[in-house]
């Protein structure tokens, strides 16, 4: 089964705001950063189950899994939940924060 992958407008600030603190220290890498990420999160229309269960399912008691990119202190996390054959990315931050608050897993 393929899953339909959609972006919502918070997951998408979250993946620019990333991108421009990147890129202003290292534009080139920031790019190709930004590029396998985003290929990353469209490889979620393929078995998105594979990913774990997020912590943030507890607190929204909903089933949000986390789809983990990069390696090392720069590891983000993309949370999303999977919906009939919709896979939605909810939100990205970066691994070392706590977890994500109810309103920010909301579209």
Do not use: N
């Not at 998408?12 to 080139?28: I, M, T, V």
């Not at 949000?64 to 990069?70: A, D, K, M, P, Q």
């Not at 983000?76 to 919709?86: P, W």
């Amino acid at each position: 089964m393929s899953y339909r992958v959609v972006i919502t407008a918070r997951a998408k600030s979250d993946l620019r705001q990333y991108y421009r603190r990147a890129a202003r220290h290292a534009p080139d890498a920031a790019a190709s950063w930004l590029r396998r990420f985003e290929a990353g999160l469209k490889s979620l229309s393929k078995q998105p189950h594979r990913c774990q269960i997020a912590l943030e399912s507890e607190r929204i008691k909903q089933e949000v899994r986390e789809y983990l990119f990069g390696r090392g202190l720069s590891v983000y996390r993309a949370l999303f939940v999977i919906a009939s054959e919709e896979v939605r990315i909810l939100h990205i931050r970066w691994a070392g924060r706590d977890i994500a608050e109810p309103d920010e897993l909301l579209d």
